[in-house]
């Protein structure tokens, strides 16, 4: 089965930082590739589809890029709300990510 | 809006079997693939597995020779099974809708903890 290994496994930084979350796939899998927020006791919500497409409604701060086997996820400026765990998924045999935790500074 | 409710015993005997239900409400259940997916607490999430309109399958191997999916699209609700369960199988479970590579929506989760 593909793995994906998300780099950090945790993150801590302030409001207003840009920040780049990893997802590495252990083999190619093109462009099939999910981020997801999630909050305590909520469940995951779709940030991006395919890669870098971004999931109506979500703030245009977020934005996803990468194809085959790295992708990542960028926070343009943080809001308070943004914290949270951040999973990647990919779409081949549909594993995901371990989480990456980003925290406030 | 499409909303997705999961139920079923919130407490489940080990070796006996789980079985949840998704009802869908918002929009048809045909013509997309709707997903399982748990959370053990303090953990990341595992994808269990998916099932088509027309009841076609495919399960996640770690867990295939215990699961079994099932849609009634009749009653706008889809199935999972679960069998002989141990502690290691407590978790939240999600069902999830599956658009093109991506689950976009998610039912709120319902935590089941398997205790004698």
């Known amino acids: 089965a593909i793995q994906l290994t998300q780099s950090p496994s945790s993150l801590s930084a302030s409001v207003g930082d840009r920040v780049t979350i990893t997802c590495r796939a252990s083999?190619?899998?093109?462009?099939?590739l999910a981020w997801y927020q999630q909050k305590p006791g909520k469940a995951p919500k779709l940030l991006m589809y395919?890669?870098?497409n971004l999931q109506s409604g979500v703030p245009s701060r977020f934005s996803g890029s990468g194809s085959g086997t790295d992708f990542t996820l960028t926070i343009s400026s943080l809001q308070p709300e943004d914290f949270a765990t951040y999973y990647c998924?990919?779409?081949?045999?549909?594993?995901f990510g371990q989480g990456t935790r980003l925290e406030i500074k | 809006q499409v909303q997705l409710q999961e139920s079923g015993p919130g407490l489940v005997k080990p070796s006996e079997t789980l079985s949840l239900t998704c009802f869908v409400s918002?929009?048809?259940?045909?013509?997309?693939?709707w997903n399982w997916i748990r959370q053990p607490a303090g953990k990341g999430l595992e994808w269990i597995g998916r099932?088509?309109?027309?009841?076609?399958?495919d399960y996640n191997p770690s867990l295939k020779s215990r699961v079994t999916m099932s849609v009634d699209t009749s009653k706008s609700q889809f199935s999972l099974n679960l069998n002989s369960v141990t502690a290691a199988d407590t978790a939240v479970y999600y069902c999830a809708r599956e658009t093109w590579v991506a689950f976009d929506i998610w039912g709120q989760g319902t935590m089941v903890t398997v205790s004698s």
């Open positions: 083999q190619g899998i093109s462009s099939a």
């Open positions: 395919a890669a870098s």
């Open positions: 099932i088509y309109t027309s009841g076609s399958t």
């Open positions: 998924q990919q779409f081949n045999s549909y594993t």
């Open positions: 918002g929009d048809s259940i045909s013509s997309y693939y």
